[in-house]
């Protein structure tokens, strides 16, 4: 059993910044990518931003410059710091994690999302 689970959401006015923050547990070896995901109303899940084990990134275009991703591997948590946020970047937020859990299985796994909000 794996889970992870999010927090940091709410809502927080244009042009403010919020922490994001993601933490997996259970049946746990190792987790390569680990990362965040966003859906907006009436659109598809998007990548956001994602770090590899070793600290390799990966960040949407629209966040660049904007978001920073970080990751605890000791811990199994990843956190995403956005700053100057806009009406854009309402979503739900998602923590993803491919996992390679201790009966040598890999897994593609999902928090249950946290909602982000900005108000202009």
């Known amino acids: 059993q794996v889970q992870l689970v999010e927090s940091g959401g709410g809502l927080v006015q244009a042009g403010g910044s919020l922490r994001l923050s993601c933490a997996a547990s259970g049946s746990i070896f190792s987790i390569n990518d680990m990362g965040w995901y966003r859906q907006a109303p009436g659109k598809q899940r998007e990548l956001v931003a994602t770090m590899t084990r070793t600290g390799s990134t990966n960040y949407a275009d629209s966040v660049k410059g904007r978001f920073t991703i970080s990751r605890d591997n000791a811990n199994n948590t990843v956190n995403l710091e956005m700053n100057s946020l806009n009406s854009e970047d309402t979503a739900v937020y998602y923590c993803?994690?491919?996992?390679?859990?201790?009966?040598?299985?890999?897994?593609?796994?999902w928090g249950k999302g946290t909602l982000v909000t900005v108000s202009s």
């Open positions: 993803n994690a491919y996992i390679l859990k201790s009966d040598w299985r890999w897994g593609d796994y």
